[in-house]
């Protein structure tokens, strides 16, 4: 106890490391907590999961079989989605809206996190400001006359529409994020090379952009996670069962009738989740960053 | 200052094209650089939130040009026992679920800053909840409370002999409310928590170390110095919460699309009930309409009566 204690009183900062605390006070006051945030957590994740490979004799026999296990497991759920649903299909379109709003909205607030905080113009601060309240205007007020706005435009029912709807959401928090990037990264750089001769867009393109990669990274991962999740404008504005993206088909195309086909549905959510936990996992460093750096600033 | 004199200077010793020269003109490329950010924000966003006002004025159903009827729609929302219902539910469900949230994700934010093995890897499992598309999540959790394969239902009947019979969950109106709150507790608990514990990272253990010397009690530190300190953050993080909350739609329209006998309408789902659904775009924009006073009252609420008392407890500790 007394090395963990004095280990943890170089690195920590926290109060309750640095009390005397025994081991068995920390184990009901930490770890025990813990692990059942964890547990808690996590069990949908474990029921989703458990349910997608269970036959449905176990599924929906609670007294012959332990709930908790899968005794005889079966692929019947994922290949019942794969090939006899359009589920791969849905699975194409979100990802096609996904990276198309992703590009589109980091292109856009890549230059416009430039102009405000490189370009320095009067009013700067204001423009910045007013991109930062867009974020605030929720979905959930635009969908119906965004509807008809885009059925102005003749694009409903086409997987154009939510490519560019989505940056309304996407490009307030990328923008954000990234003069956060731009603001870190030092002013003589550009300087240094105003001298030189070269152009803005020049000096954007070599000597910013480069510098600001992980910047860029964690407004992507973000932007492909909140458009990949995005529910009420796809909902309200595709129509057809081919074109829609995966969380709206699950809920409109597979749940029909009074039986629920629990192991498809689960399947069809485990599947749908995985592309963004790979996505979380592979560059959860970014992410964790982006989300504190953005409130924090 | 000095800098913006500079790139004409560099252009007149390379004498650059035309094209180059006018996309290193400074006006013209800040318009170019905000053009696809404002026109995309003022097309998708302003314009929609322009003619949503206009719309609830009107009775525009779909395929049909509406006119303008004043404020017949708002009158008609007035005397609708339906809407008075959602907004009921709305300010409870936010009200309840942001108090969970907040009270259970600070409690893990606290947890989190100490040392412990993987504490990586565990920090990056308690936000998966916040990645994963809320939709799935919530039919994860519409399973869950099944009438006859509920697995709580299994824990507490069959496992643990709390109960006689299954829980009905999603059955009746107010365990309906409570579950869906709860669903949407699980969901925010990862966002408050990580956003808080950026908070609690940033605060010098001086002031722990200090308070400590004095014989402050473990409670005592966290009131007189954790709290205060955490002010600003918790005001941010609530507001946002709070908005997002209260017009919260998918959690509701995956669980119970509003049922047992719309009881658990938000203004969200009935918007998109009576707009979308129901066709009558004019009385959707209204009720949508409708939630902007409860948003901004609520974010002023938040924010400046938080900042408020960070500002008074600031002033008290300095």
């Known amino acids: ?297 | 200052m000095s800098v913006t004199t500079l790139p004409s200077r560099g252009a007149t010793l390379r004498q650059p094209g035309w094209l180059a020269r006018l996309f290193d003109y400074k006006p013209f490329l800040i318009v170019m650089c905000l053009a696809p950010a404002i026109g995309l924000l003022l097309v998708f966003l302003t314009y929609p939130l322009g003619l949503g006002i206009w719309l609830a004025f009107t009775d525009t159903t779909i395929g049909q040009r509406g006119i303008y009827i004043g404020l017949e729609n708002f009158q008609y929302l007035l005397k609708d026992p339906l809407w008075w219902n959602a907004v009921f539910y709305s300010i409870f469900y936010t009200a309840v679920a942001t108090f969970g949230k907040f009270a259970l994700g600070f409690w893990l934010a606290l947890l989190l800053n100490n040392h412990f093995p993987l504490k990586s890897l565990i920090r990056a499992i308690v936000l998966l909840p916040w990645i994963v598309p809320t939709v799935l999540s919530a039919l994860a959790f519409w399973w869950i409370y099944d009438p006859q394969f509920s697995i709580i239902s299994y824990l507490l009947v069959d496992v643990l002999h709390l109960r006689d019979s299954n829980v009905d969950f999603l059955g009746s109106p107010w365990p309906a409310r409570f579950s869906l709150i709860a669903a949407n507790i699980w969901r925010g608990i990862p966002f408050v928590a990580i956003s808080l514990l950026a908070g609690l990272q940033t605060i010098s253990p001086s002031l722990y170390e200090a308070a400590m010397l004095d014989g402050a009690t473990s409670w005592q530190r966290f009131r007189y110095i954790t709290f205060p300190m955490m002010m600003p953050i918790l005001a941010i993080v609530m507001t946002f919460s709070i908005i997002f909350t209260f017009t919260d739609f998918q959690l509701v329209y995956a669980i119970t699309r509003g049922g047992p006998v719309n009881s658990t309408h938000l203004l969200a789902t009935l918007a998109f009930q009576r707009g979308i659904a129901g066709g009558e775009l004019g009385e959707g924009a209204a009720i949508a309409v409708s939630m902007i006073p409860f948003l901004v009252f609520a974010t002023l609420f938040s924010y400046f009566g938080l900042a408020r008392r960070k500002w008074q407890q600031g002033e008290a500790n300095d």
Request: net charge neutral; with cysteine; proline share 6%.
């Open chain 1, 1 to 297: 106890m007394t090395d963990l204690a004095a280990q943890s009183n170089v690195t920590s900062a926290t109060p309750d490391t640095m009390a005397w605390d025994s081991r068995a006070r920390r184990v009901v006051m930490i770890y025990l907590p813990l692990a059942c945030f964890i547990l808690i957590l996590l069990f949908p994740f474990y029921w989703m999961a458990i349910t997608s490979f269970k036959p449905n004799a176990e599924l929906l026999n609670y007294k012959e079989h332990n709930p908790f296990w899968i005794t005889s497991p079966t692929l019947a759920h994922v290949k019942h989605l794969l090939f006899d649903t359009s589920y791969p299909r849905w699975l194409k379109t979100t990802m096609l809206v996904a990276i198309g709003s992703t590009f589109l909205s980091l292109f856009a607030s890549t230059l416009a996190a430039y102009a405000i905080e490189r370009l320095r113009f009067r009013g700067s601060p204001y423009v910045g400001l007013g991109i930062y309240l867009a974020y605030l205007v929720p979905p959930s007020i635009l969908f119906i006359p965004l509807a008809t706005v885009i059925v102005q435009f003749g694009l409903f029912d086409s997987p154009l529409a939510l490519i560019l709807v989505y940056p309304t959401f996407l490009v307030p928090f990328c923008t954000w994020l990234l003069i956060g990037y731009f603001k870190s990264i030092p002013y003589e750089l550009e300087e240094c090379a105003l001298v030189d001769g070269a152009t803005r867009l020049q000096i954007l393109w070599r000597i910013t952009l480069p510098l600001a990669v992980p910047g860029l990274i964690s407004a992507g991962i973000f932007s492909f996670t909140l458009s990949w999740n995005e529910f009420i404008y796809a909902l309200a504005f595709i129509q057809s069962g081919a074109n829609k993206t995966v969380p709206v088909a699950i809920l409109t195309e597979l749940v029909t009738g009074d039986v629920y086909q629990w192991g498809a549905l689960m399947a069809g959510s485990l599947l749908g989740s995985l592309p963004v936990a790979l996505f979380y996992s592979l560059f959860v460093d970014y992410y964790v960053s982006s989300l504190t750096g953005a409130v924090k600033e």
